[in-house]
């Protein structure tokens, strides 16, 4: 019943349903925008029929991600008012510009293109799906640099025990927003892209449609593939900001309880990893100095010597995170994205040789293949948060700080209760609609151009089945 953990197992549930939605909207309202340009380009039908069909799931995914995300601001003054009364001048002003500038942006055109299929010309309804992208991206971008000031606090000063914002750019410019930005806007395209492929491969299996979802696997697997290769390095270049900013947030996701230089990676660590005896580890030598200065030699902070520094520079306290979640979720994070990268290179060659029409036993794997950017995700951000522990603010202000101090404990597990059993409900309606619609694939669509029909392609591919 303690107030505190409840109330942050009430955020961490509440923010990884709703991370489900966000990766998926920034990457398939790009994805989409992509299908209705070819079409304003080229005026080929299927490509018309493409925007509408992924735009549906769109729609649908998109509903989802607001009702989710409205809780969550709410709880910054039920659950965690005392961090709100510090930080609101500073963290107030993104979420404001956020609300006010990028997600009116998204919704309004967002209204526009789904009422502007017959009004507007094919140029102009494409140019509405990109500003609806941009918004959809530019909202993260707000959302981020608000939760970067969190991982590395800029531009303020403390007055009467309150931090003021002094510098409004050097809030939007903090270092950690330009590593964390560029890494989620590219695992939401990733995402988006095995979504497209997956569906798309679940459709090729039974041979339905076969053009439309040719075409549909084709530019995710261009999409995916670029963007998981950027995920991998930019996450290279945010673990290596990490090493700078949170030394400690690293070490515990290596489990490196002491300082090493050059410091060795931890490819398996099994045991007690909340010390250094009893544990079974295999290590690769002079690796994680590599990852973490590009070079073979370089002293990486090891747990021990860190708190030991926290203890002289912010007073007696516990700064070690929980290891072991910290450790694997950092772990599931990096498995995920190189499953990712190797399954989008593999589709980016089936596209190439025009050899993954009828294969089922290959197609198969992109439908499972839909799950690892969820997971990776949620990995990537339960690492992130949880390796901040046990700062709220970084250096600033830790969570039993910022906790309410008039909420009691039964206060919070009844909300903590309603909200995950709504939430659960919401997250079995949008599966089922996604699922629905997904199956029941495009409607019907007269082709302009001089294409292969679904028999002629058939009858190229029968020898593969």
């Known amino acids: 019943m303690d107030p505190v953990l409840l ?34 380009r080229t005026g080929r039908e299927v490509y018309r029929s493409m925007a509408k069909f992924w735009g549906k799931l769109f729609l649908i995914n998109f509903a989802m991600g607001v009702v989710t995300g409205i809780v969550q601001e709410f709880q910054f003054g039920m659950n965690w008012s005392e961090y709100s009364r510090f930080v609101g001048d500073v963290f107030g002003a993104p979420l404001a510009i956020e609300a006010l500038l990028a997600f009116f942006l998204e919704s309004t055109f967002l209204g526009v293109w789904i009422f502007g299929w017959d009004k507007l010309s094919k140029g102009w309804h494409a140019a509405v799906m990109w500003l609806v992208a941009i918004g959809a991206n530019v909202s993260a971008l707000w959302i981020l640099i608000a939760n970067s000031f969190m991982q590395q606090p800029v531009g303020y000063a403390i007055n009467n025990g309150r ?10 410019l903090n270092p950690n927003v330009w590593v964390q930005f560029p890494h989620t806007v590219f695992a ?41 290769v950027l995920v991998i390095f930019d ?30 990676f931890s490819l398996l660590t099994i045991g007690n990893l909340q010390q250094t005896g009893d544990v079974f580890s295999i290590r690769i030598p002079r690796l994680l100095s590599l990852l973490s200065y590009n070079q ?40 995920a994205g190189f ?22 036993r290959l197609l198969q794997l992109f439908l499972w293949a839909i799950l690892l950017p969820y997971l990776a995700n949620t990995a990537g ?32 597990l009844t909300t903590l209760v309603v ?8 997250m079995v309606a949008d599966v089922y609609l996604l699922t629905k619609f997904s199956k029941a694939g495009p409607g019907e669509y007269t082709l302009t151009d001089q294409r292969l029909e679904d028999d002629q392609i058939l009858s190229l591919v029968g020898a593969q089945d």
């Not at 860190?306 to 700064?319: D, H, S």
């Not at 499953?339 to 089922?360: C, D, K, Q, S, W």
């Not at 909200?419 to 919401?426: G, P």
């Open 339 to 360: 499953a990712m990268l190797a399954l989008a290179l593999y589709a980016l060659f089936m596209v190439m040789g025009e050899i993954y029409v009828g294969r089922t």
């Open 7 to 40: 109330a942050r197992m009430q955020f961490g549930i509440t923010t990884v349903y709703h991370f489900f939605f966000v990766p998926l909207t920034l990457g398939l309202s790009v994805i989409v925008a992509l299908m209705e340009t070819i079409y304003a």
């Open 381 to 412: 951000w339960l690492m992130t948060e949880l390796g901040r522990t046990p700062w709220v603010v970084f250096g600033l202000m830790r969570l039993e700080e910022a906790a309410s101090t008039t909420v009691t404990g039964a206060h919070v």
């Open 235 to 264: 996450g290279h270049t945010q673990a290596q900001h990490m090493v700078e900013v949170q030394p400690m947030k690293m070490a515990a996701a290596e489990a490196l309880w002491e300082s090493e230089n050059p410091a060795s």
């Open 419 to 426: 909200f995950t059993l709504i939430y659960a409900v919401l």
């Open 163 to 172: 931090a003021e914002m002094t510098d409004f750019f050097a809030l939007v």
């Open 296 to 335: 073979l030699t370089g002293k990486v902070q090891g747990i021990y010597n860190l708190q030991q520094q926290y203890e002289q520079q912010y007073g007696p306290g516990n700064y070690i995170p929980p290891v072991a979640a910290t450790y694997w979720s950092f772990r599931i994070m990096v498995g």
């Open 188 to 228: 939401g395209f990733s995402t988006a892209a095995f979504f497209v492929m997956g569906i798309s491969a679940y459709h090729l299996i039974r041979k339905r449609k076969i053009d439309f979802f040719r075409r549909s696997f084709q530019i995710a697997a261009i999409v995916g593939t670029i963007s998981i």
